[in-house]
């Protein structure tokens, strides 16, 4: 199970997603996406993503740190060094270490594909992934109007999705969420999501959503807060799910002993990576506290681990975790990520790695900047 990288490739391209993509804080066109191609000394190859977008709004990482953090100091700690396992990485990196979370997850997952590959073995075994096909939901962006969000809601519940999550913030709210409940009735499945629009100020409002019996409210606070949190999940009776706040499993277990959430979403970019992801996800798990598993409008090669870490036994809730073609025109690998008519996306389980294979010729066309870093 060895892992000794001899060499990092990294590679930007720019995908255009089908249609904008709004939340309270910003939207994306076209998304910036920095692909890492990891080698080995026994020729052992494995891609992975680095999640961060172009500007500091969801976190405070862009695509342009993370390749700096990444050249500079994650690189160094990891090639020409062996990792026994590469659940040994994580601590490697969090050494003397501060923050930096997405750029350490890009080699740190990296590792573990490497390490599946090498074995033969698909990456959600190696993890220890226990779901065949895992439930599917659907992120909708802040839309035009109600009436709009309203159509995008029911195809997506038409189309199989598990799970509609709504973004909203301040005027695009209580009426835009009263118009889907209306319109789709009582039993579908909907939440929310504010990526931090809101404060303090708000809870009178924030408490009228409880009418509207949604399974979650995510993060409607600022993206670093854990004590306001749990005043106002004593005021709600809607969970709230913890998203942005969420950046190791120390803070999830404040947000459990304070009360601030009774969800959490797990993105493993968000946490370092994998062996944190676990943590988190056994954390809550001894604490009846489900998860489920975000996205950042990955292309294929990121959802590859985005699916096979919701295939640990936690992952009760469906992911945000969409087909290749709800974001891309054309994604970079093959096959691309599908969905049946029940919402459920398959887990690779019989091949080696991530389960797909990336078209490199097509990345190096698309490729807007190319550094190969080398121990
Ligand atoms: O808050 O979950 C979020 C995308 C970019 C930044 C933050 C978030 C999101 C999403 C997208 O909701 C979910 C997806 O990848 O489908
Ligand atoms: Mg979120």
Not at 26 to 55: F, M, N, Q, Y
Not at 100 to 109: D, G, I, L, Q, W
Not at 278 to 284: E, M, Q, S, T, Y
């Amino acid at each position: 199970m060895t892992v000794a990288l001899t060499a990092i490739t990294l590679r930007e391209i720019n995908l255009p997603l089908r249609e904008p993509f709004t939340i309270s804080s910003g939207t994306v066109s076209i998304r910036r996406i920095l692909l890492l191609e990891l080698e080995c000394a026994d020729g052992t190859r494995a891609w992975s993503e680095c999640v961060a977008d172009s500007d500091p709004n969801y976190s405070p990482e862009t695509i342009d740190t993370c390749a700096l953090a990444i050249r500079e100091w994650v690189a160094p700690r990891v090639l020409g060094h062996e990792f026994a396992h590469p659940g040994d990485v994580h601590a490697a990196l969090q050494h003397n270490f501060r923050g930096h979370n997405m750029a350490k997850a890009a080699v740190e997952m990296g590792c573990w594909a490497l390490a599946a590959t090498a074995q033969g073995e698909s990456l959600a075994k190696l993890l220890g992934g226990t779901r065949k096909q895992i439930a599917t939901g659907i992120s909708l962006g802040i839309q035009e109007s109600p009436a709009v969000l309203v159509e995008k809601a029911r195809a997506a519940l038409e189309q199989g999705y598990r799970k509609v999550k709504i973004k909203i913030r301040p005027g695009a709210d209580l009426d835009y969420l009263q118009a889907v409940r209306e319109a789709l009735g009582p039993d579908a499945a909907l939440m929310a999501d504010a990526n931090n629009a809101y404060s303090t100020d708000d809870f009178d409002l924030l408490a009228q959503l409880d009418e509207l019996r949604l399974i979650m409210i995510e993060q409607p606070l600022a993206w670093d807060d854990i004590v306001q949190h749990a005043a106002l999940q004593k005021r709600l009776s809607t969970p709230i799910c913890l998203d942005e706040s969420i950046t190791d499993v120390t803070k999830a277990q404040d947000m459990i002993t304070l009360g601030s959430g009774r969800i959490v979403n797990i993105k493993p970019g968000r946490v370092g990576g994998f062996t944190e992801s676990k943590a988190i996800h056994d954390l809550c798990a001894r604490h009846d506290i489900p998860v489920w598993c975000g996205g950042m409008l990955e292309s294929g090669v990121g959802r590859a681990y985005n699916v096979a870490l919701a295939s640990l036994p936690n992952f009760t809730l469906p992911g945000d975790v969409s087909p290749s073609a709800r974001y891309w025109e054309q994604d970079v690998v093959t096959p691309e990520w599908t969905m049946d008519q029940d919402g459920m996306v398959k887990v690779p389980t019989d091949a080696a790695g991530l389960g797909v294979s990336v078209d490199v010729d097509r990345i190096d066309d698309l490729a807007v900047s190319k550094q190969v870093l080398r121990s």
